[in-house]
């Protein structure tokens, strides 16, 4: 089992900027694939970011390239999401996602079976 805790949401202005953090326990953390997903109120969940095991790779949504940066820390056991220029739209429950299997589909929520409780970032105009 992964437990995952998010925390770094709030209440920013357009064009502010906001830091999410994730701490996982319960696997080595070196062995697992990140993920950054995103729910705004009646829509589905959406993918926002991700990054391999050996942070070799990272992959972005469009609507967020340019703007998020992913990265991990082994140190820490944690995984951060940078978010600047950051847009009304971007308002959602931001959730962290982990799996232990190499090559999945890191795009789709359903291949990660560990969650974060979630985190709100609030984007005013």
């Known amino acids: 089992q992964v437990q995952l805790v998010e925390s770094g949401g709030g209440l920013v202005q357009a064009g502010g900027s906001l830091r999410l953090s994730c701490a996982a326990s319960?696997?080595?953390?070196?062995?697992?694939?990140m993920g950054w997903f995103r729910q705004a109120p009646g829509k589905e969940r959406e993918f926002v970011a991700a990054?391999?095991?050996?942070?070799?790779?990272?992959y972005y949504a469009d609507s967020v390239k340019g703007r998020f940066t992913i990265s991990r820390d082994i140190a820490r056991n944690s995984v951060y999401l940078q978010m600047n220029s950051l847009k009304p739209q971007d308002t959602a429950v931001y959730y962290c996602?982990?799996?232990?299997?190499?090559?999945?589909?890191?795009?789709?929520?359903?291949?990660?079976?560990?969650w974060g409780q979630g985190t709100q970032v609030t984007v005013s105009s």
């Open positions: 996602a982990a799996d232990e299997r190499p090559g999945i589909n890191y795009r789709t929520g359903a291949e990660y079976p560990y």
């Open positions: 990054v391999t095991w050996n942070s070799a790779s990272t």
């Open positions: 319960g696997r080595p953390f070196s062995r697992l694939t």
